[in-house]
């Protein structure tokens, strides 16, 4: 029984040890994220335009649909990927809500051309 008890201590202990080690190599994690997001699945190509047009000025879901000539809905599709892989950040407001490139998406700017160069 004692050894039972020591091996899930051990084994408890490695996954603490892989769960600190995954929230230190939040890089690693970031660039699976961005080849999921703009090269592994649909919409990849819309993805990498919301982006690029974010990466000049913040835009809300209306103002990226017109720009993109892509209805709302799809928009809003995407922008929901891209804020839970945390690339955007929803503004606070409810209405006419503005997205905004995270600082840590912006820290993997080289790997997003990359993956970019090859949808685009």
């Given at each position: 029984?004692?050894?039972n ?7 408890r ?11 230190t ?8 994220a961005?080849?999921y ?7 990849g190509a819309?993805?990498?335009r919301i ?17 993109l000539?892509?209805?709302y809905n ?8 891209l ?17 905004f ?6 820290h ?10 090859e949808?685009?």
């Amino acid at each position: 029984m004692s050894h039972n008890h020591s091996t899930n201590q051990h084994t408890r202990s490695t996954r603490q040890q892989q769960f600190e080690t995954s929230k230190t190599n939040g890089s690693g994690q970031m660039e699976k994220a961005l080849w999921y997001l703009f090269a592994g699945s649909r919409g990849g190509a819309n993805r990498v335009r919301i982006v690029r047009e974010l990466e000049s000025r913040p835009r809300n879901a209306n103002q990226l649909a017109e720009r993109l000539d892509v209805d709302y809905n799809t928009i809003t599709h995407h922008l929901d990927a891209l804020v839970e892989h945390d690339v955007v950040d929803p503004g606070d407001s409810e209405y006419g809500r503005l997205y905004f490139l995270t600082d840590r998406f912006e820290h993997h700017w080289d790997t997003f051309e990359t993956i970019s160069s090859e949808v685009e």
